[in-house]
């Protein structure tokens, strides 16, 4: 194991990007890494160890608090620092709209951003078919038509699950 994660440790060390410090940045971060998993085929077992050395102070002391047995998994270290730093369905959904091109940005790594803003916030909610995004993008629309304790009471019983249209 320790000869396997050296072989992929040297394949990605130029490759694997440091974590930035903004959340905002996580999910393109972390969509990143996959794609470079993904390329480099590294195995489950090593992708949280080869990850965790690239992570920023702060999601690395966030770690200390996750189990050892959570800790060797991959999709489990992602997905515990993006419900850590509140990064919720909703904030995907507004990051999405509200998304601007920066002036060092090319329109086609602005594109892959908004992408994954949007990706991030259908999983969150777990949309997969054609129907379920359909069915969220109206629900969204009408909570924008809601008076603001209607919103509220909504946006309280969508804890589990996100409101449908119906």
Known sequence: MAGQT???GEALKHSLPKMGLGPIEFPSYFASVENLFSLYEVP?????ELLIPMLNERSKSLLAKLPKERLDKYVEV????LREFKLTAEQYRKRFRTAVKSLTETYTL?????????LYYL??????????????LVSD??????????LRHVLSTEVTGWFGPE
Request: net charge positive; hydrophobic share 35%.
């Open 6 to 8: 050296r072989f992929y």
């Open 110 to 118: 602005f594109g892959s951003r908004v992408k994954n803003l949007f």
């Open 44 to 48: 489950p077992q090593l992708q949280s």
């Open 78 to 81: 992602r997905d515990y620092l």
């Open 141 to 150: 629309r009408i909570k924008e038509t809601l008076s603001p304790a209607c």
């Open 123 to 136: 999983q969150n909610w777990k949309a997969k078919t054609v129907e379920q995004v359909i069915d969220l």
